[in-house]
């Protein structure tokens, strides 16, 4: 059975800093990228990051300089560090693991994590 866990979402003033944390458990996980995505109240699900399996990282343009994703594949671990938050980062945040060692989304998400970003 395939589990994906987040956690660290909660409510922090604009300009604050958030890291979120997903565990990966019973798959496969250092052969797989890894992604964060979000989705806003009356939005698409959207990639706020990437990480391969071999630790090339991509951000979307409205994260780009803010966060930073990172993998410990000894714990199975991805984690999404965000600083400098916005009001409009507020969202649902959730965790997928990729379909191969590059590509994204692969068929498992968390159950997410609410960020909400007060003004």
């Known amino acids: 059975q395939v589990h994906l866990v987040e956690s660290g979402g909660g409510l922090v003033q604009a300009g604050g800093s958030l890291r979120l944390s997903c565990v990966a458990s019973g798959i496969l996980f250092s052969t797989k990228a890894m992604g964060w995505y979000r989705q806003a109240p009356g939005k698409q699900r959207e990639l706020v990051a990437a990480i391969t399996s071999d630790g090339s990282t991509n951000y979307a343009d409205s994260v780009t300089g803010r966060v930073t994703i990172s993998r410990d594949n000894g714990k199975k671990t991805v984690h999404l560090q965000m600083n400098t938050l916005k009001p409009e980062d507020t969202a649902v945040y959730y965790c997928?693991?990729?379909?191969?060692?590059?590509?994204?989304?692969?068929?498992?998400w968390g159950q997410g994590t609410q960020v909400t970003v007060s003004s």
């Open positions: 997928n693991r990729g379909r191969s060692s590059t590509a994204l989304p692969g068929d498992y």
